[in-house]
């Protein structure tokens, strides 16, 4: 049963790190907080702070650490799950902010071979994927109505996966992706980055769809 479970599956990756907003530099909390200091929740209106920067927010010097550490988990999907030997390159890169109540509503990266969330801090709320189509595989032709004794990676149409601070989650670009609310009173912190071919046909920055 187990030799072919994952047959055209979707790969997620996620992994936990000792690398947080906690434990940045003073430099890079600071370079951070400004960036939150001029935001507010969005109560009632599901709302998310992107900064985008012309999708070049890791490029400044200061977060070199962390765009490191984001290239290093990215190359390891390419060479273990991928298995593919061309090179990568890092297209766009983003800041998002959820303050209290606040959420990240449902959407996809555009031009993306696959993303890489880094969520420096985070003490409430899941990433949410939603299956293409919002059919799962046993409802690819038809909509069968079925009932289930239970959801599981076969039957779900929407995979919840909890986030905290520390945690970094790999998926395709097309899948349909949003947050939980922020439950928590510590503003919510995720840093993204799109990946694509090294060198190869890229339509252009700011392809990231919110
Ligand atoms: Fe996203």
Known sequence: M???????????????????YNTF??????????Y???????????????FVD????????KLEKIKDLINQHAQIFKDRIMACTNELQ???SWLTVNHK??????????????SVCYYPKAESGSLVLKA??????????????????????????????????GDIIIFPGWVNHFTT???????????AANYWLKGSGHLGANSIEF
């Open 90 to 92: 890092l297209t766009e």
């Open 54 to 61: 012309r999708g070049r927010f890791l490029e400044n010097p």
């Open 181 to 191: 609310p922020n439950e928590s009173d510590t503003t919510r912190l995720m840093i």
């Open 132 to 165: 293409p189509d919002e059919k799962n595989i046993f409802q690819r032709d038809y909509y069968f109505p079925f009932s289930y004794s239970e959801t599981n990676k076969w039957n779900a149409v929407v995979w919840e996966i909890p986030v905290l601070s």
């Open 25 to 34: 530099d003073k430099d890079v909390q600071d370079f951070v907080d400004k």
């Open 36 to 50: 939150i200091e001029n935001t507010k929740p969005m109560i009632g209106s599901k709302g998310v702070q992107v």
């Open 101 to 114: 109540d606040d959420s990240h509503f449902i959407h996809k990266h555009a031009c993306t071979i696959f």
């Open 2 to 20: 187990s030799l072919y479970n994952n047959l055209w599956g979707v790969p997620v990756y996620k992994e936990n790190v000792d690398y947080t």
